[in-house]
């Protein structure tokens, strides 16, 4: 009797074990099989992920999810995501993969499985009315100060220099806001409101603090999908290998950031 209780704990095991396998390996063939990668990326954050006149999903990120998509001769669908609810998605399978402007942040890994090497770097700035006069980041003390939902700065700039964060789930609204004068200045990627300070319609508006907390983006799969990751890190290091990265700032009107120069000549 003991011997026929531990045959059937073994063969339990054993059928867990390959049943945990399979849905690791499975997600590769389920895109194929399916015939369409799924992309979580931003829409509201241009140059990297923004929506044309048309309302179709471009940008820098989108362009390399095209790249997975190519590799692995499938079609491709772009689900726009936020910061709020982009690790969500991945972990509920909405999406297969997630390129969406994601710092790699430690607590993150717990939640989804971030892929190395990082693929693109940026900072934290502001975004603010050039009559302001803002010269150091202690000038927000006890100023509203626009921020988007599950940003990880949000907490810093309140918390070391004063400033009270009015949360948004979006950048549109945090720009209207902007614009409205209901925030002294907006919090963001310093890669991204460089480019805002370019477009004519923001000429009031610029960058006047030293950018902080320089940090790496991550790409991300679900936790568990092993082979997927290895695929992307694959894809990643091609990337800074062939200078494409570079190519799409270029493309996309973006000075070619130190990262970006600093991988590209690590992997050529």
């Not at 003991?2 to 390996?25: N, Q």
Request: glycine share 8%; net charge negative; hydrophobic share 40%.
């Amino acid at each position: 009797m003991k011997f026929k209780i531990l045959k059937t704990i073994a063969v339990t095991a054993l059928i867990s074990s390959v049943s945990v396998t399979a849905g690791i390996a499975d997600i590769l063939d389920t895109i194929k099989e399916r015939g369409t990668l799924i992309v979580g990326v931003k829409a509201d954050y241009k140059p990297y992920g923004f929506l044309d006149s048309s309302g179709t999903v471009i940008g820098l990120e989108p362009d390399l999810a095209q790249d997975v998509a190519d590799k692995l001769g499938v079609a491709i669908e772009y689900v726009p995501v936020v910061s709020s609810n982009r690790m969500q998605f991945l972990e509920q399978g909405k999406i297969d993969l997630m390129i969406a402007t994601m710092t790699d942040k430690p607590d993150r890994r717990k939640v989804v499985q971030i892929v190395d090497p990082n693929y693109y770097s940026s900072g934290t700035n502001v975004l603010a009315l050039k009559s302001l006069g803002l010269k150091d980041w202690n000038d927000l003390n006890g100023k509203p100060v626009c921020g988007i939902q599950g940003a990880f700065y949000n907490k810093a700039t309140s918390q070391n220099y004063g400033a009270e964060i009015v949360a948004f789930k979006g950048t549109a609204e945090a720009y209207s806001a902007l614009k409205a004068g209901n925030c002294a200045a907006f919090v963001y990627d310093d890669s991204a409101i460089v480019a805002k300070t370019n477009d004519p319609a923001w000429s009031d508006y610029e960058m006047p603090l030293a950018t902080i907390d320089d940090a790496p983006w991550g790409l991300a799969v679900g936790l568990g999908e092993d082979n997927f990751a290895a695929l992307m890190s694959e894809m990643i290091t091609g990337w800074h290998k062939s200078g494409r990265i570079l190519e799409l700032e270029k493309k996309w009107g973006v000075t070619n950031t130190p990262f970006a120069k600093e991988m590209h000549d690590k992997y050529k």
